[in-house]
T-cell receptor, first 116, second 113 residues
Framework: AQKITQTQPGMFVQEKEAVTLDCTYD???????LFWYKQPSSGEMIFLIY??????QNATEGRYSLNFQKARKSANLVISASQLGDSAMYFC?????????????FGKGTRLSVIA | DSGVTQTPKHLITATGQRVTLRCSPR?????VYWYQQSLDQGLQFLIQ???????AKGNILERFSAQQFPDLHSELNLSSLELGDSALYFC????????????FGNGTRLTVT
């Protein structure tokens, strides 16, 4: 079974600053994938970035990067140069390879507010 | 645009009623997932179908049921509705590899009055 923990219910960041959203996970699978999603106030779930457990490099997608520390079982999302449009809920999720084609397990999310 | 289509976008109904939510997955995706998101809650997994067959079950109530049809679209049926069933219901689809993301539809916002 997998478990995702996001310990920051809410975060504030100044526009143009960088922010790190924390995510720790627990799994017995040796191979697994870690995902981050963004949910703006309009409600849709937007896939942001993926990190595989055997990927040697940290994943990056534009202003999003994933600080992956396998030994610490953490997969923190870093947003650089924050914009007002980044204000949203952010969810960390995972799925294990040995779990087969099973659903993603989500954390409870972090609400990010970007201040002008 | 995720490529996943959910209808209707909004649904308002009374307690005790039954509703059907519909989902068309992305082209080529065989897996369909249903999630429930209540106010200020995370996403609760309900049920998963793969190529027409039930693959995994989460915290789905007995009053709820789902199916996936031969054309891969899926329906989630909610019956004997209660006030607490008011939530945002998401459908998602994915390819059949563990490292592929789920792509979500825009959700159906259900309000039970």
């Amino acid at each position: 079974a997998q478990k995702i923990t996001q310990t920051q219910p809410g975060m504030f960041v100044q526009e143009k600053e960088a922010v790190t959203l924390d995510c720790t996970y627990d799994t017995s699978d040796q191979s697994y994938g870690l995902f981050w999603y963004k949910q703006p106030s309009s409600g849709e779930m937007i896939f942001l970035i993926y990190q595989g457990s055997y990927d040697e490099q940290n994943a990056t997608e534009g202003r999003y990067s994933l600080n992956f520390q396998k030994a610490r079982k953490s997969a923190n999302l870093v947003i650089s140069a924050s914009q007002l449009g980044d204000s949203a809920m952010y969810f960390c999720a995972m799925r294990g390879r040995n779990s087969g084609n099973t659903p993603l397990v989500f954390g409870k999310g972090t609400r990010l507010s970007v201040i002008a | 645009d995720s490529g996943v289509t959910q209808t209707p976008k909004h649904l308002i109904t009374a307690t005790g009623q039954r509703v059907t939510l519909r989902c068309s997955p992305r082209s080529g995706d065989l897996s369909v997932y249903w999630y429930q998101q209540s106010l200020d809650q995370g996403l609760q997994f309900l049920i998963q179908y793969y190529n027409g067959e039930e693959r995994a079950k989460g915290n789905i109530l007995e009053r709820f049921s789902a199916q996936q049809f031969p054309d891969l679209h899926s329906e989630l049926n909610l019956s004997s509705l209660e006030l607490g069933d008011s939530a945002l219901y998401f459908c998602a689809s994915s390819q059949t590899v563990y490292n592929s993301p789920l792509h979500f539809g825009n959700g159906t916002r259900l309000t039970v009055t």
